[in-house]
């Protein structure tokens, strides 16, 4: 079993900065082995893909709406995999989640486990 628990999340405004974490906890060579993506989802909209990285880091895929603006990263040390958000846009207003699975995948069932989300809202 893995536990994801999301960190970070605040009130920012349109063009600044911000860094969510996620936190994994569980069986060591579980949460090793995963590849971690994050997700969203706006009020009213489907969850949707945003990042999601394997457990070397050499593998990343981005969503075409982030790409440039988001880079996630993770340290296997700490059990942590980050989202760093910059140039922020109103539209990027949205829980943010954490994910974990197998593989790296953009889409939401190949994540077997999920972090409960940690809000941002990018004003304008």
């Known amino acids: 079993q893995v536990q994801l628990v999301e960190s970070g999340g605040g009130l920012v405004q349109a063009g600044g900065s911000l860094t969510v974490s996620c936190l994994a906890s569980?069986?060591?060579?579980?949460?090793?082995?995963?590849?971690m993506a994050w997700f969203r989802q706006a009020p009213g909209k489907e969850r949707e893909f945003v990042a999601a990285?394997?457990?070397?880091?050499?593998?990343?895929r981005y969503a075409d709406s982030v790409k440039g603006r988001f880079t996630i990263s993770r340290d296997n040390a700490k059990n942590t995999v980050y989202l760093h958000m910059n140039t922020l846009k109103p539209e990027d207003t949205a829980v943010y989640y954490c994910?974990?699975?197998?593989?790296?995948?953009?889409?939401?069932?190949?994540?077997?486990?999920w972090g409960q989300g940690t809000q941002v809202t990018v004003s304008s």
């Open positions: 994910a974990a699975g197998p593989i790296i995948s953009s889409t939401l069932n190949t994540y077997p486990y």
């Open positions: 569980g069986r060591t060579y579980s949460v090793d082995a995963m590849a």
């Open positions: 990285i394997t457990r070397s880091g050499r593998s990343i």
